[in-house]
Structure formats: C-alpha cells, structure tokens
C-alpha cells in the first residue's frame, strides 16, 4: 500500500495506491495522521489507485471524517473504482462523503 498527503490549493490531498487490507491499515493510518490536523481545510482522498479496502480501511475514512468534521473541514472521495464504491454503498458509507 502506497499513502502520499500533499497540500494542494489550501486542501489537504491523499492518494491512496494499492489495497487497504487489515494487514495495511496500521501503517496506513500513520500515513494518514497529517489529516487528523486538518486544522479547517477540506481534505481530498484520491483513490483512483485503491483496489480494495477492508472494514479496518473504512474505519481509517470514518476516523478521519470524524475529525474533519469536528473543525468544519469536509471530506472528499475521488477516483472511487466500481468495487469500491460497491463496499460503500453496502455499508452506508456513501452516505457520509462526497463522493466524486
């Protein structure tokens, strides 16, 4: 699994590559962390290259979507492939981002 954040035009942007498995959530969220200090700006996740993600991956979207929330930022899917959003939609997720 591959988990870049940059800043883009104020927007905190993480791209994700490969597949969010349990074995990978651990490190994934490490990655991740710089989005839990989003600090007001809206965070993109990009996961044009994510070819699976497992309950534990979910749960790295809800974390970050609960603190994003909680200072007024708005979370941002992109790039989500037909097995993904399939997961989403099962579980009620695409519900709760913005799904592009």
Known sequence: MNTTVTEQN???????EGSLDTAAAEQ???QLSPLQ?????????????LTYISSSGLRIFLSIRKNAA????????TGISDN????LITTGFHNLFTIE
């Open 10 to 16: 104020g927007k905190l942007i993480a791209k994700l």
């Open 28 to 30: 994934t969220a490490q």
């Open 37 to 49: 200090k989003c600090e007001g700006r809206d965070i993109v996740i990009d996961c044009t290259g």
């Open 70 to 77: 909680i200072v007024g930022s708005h979370v941002t899917l």
């Open 84 to 87: 993904i959003r399939d997961v």
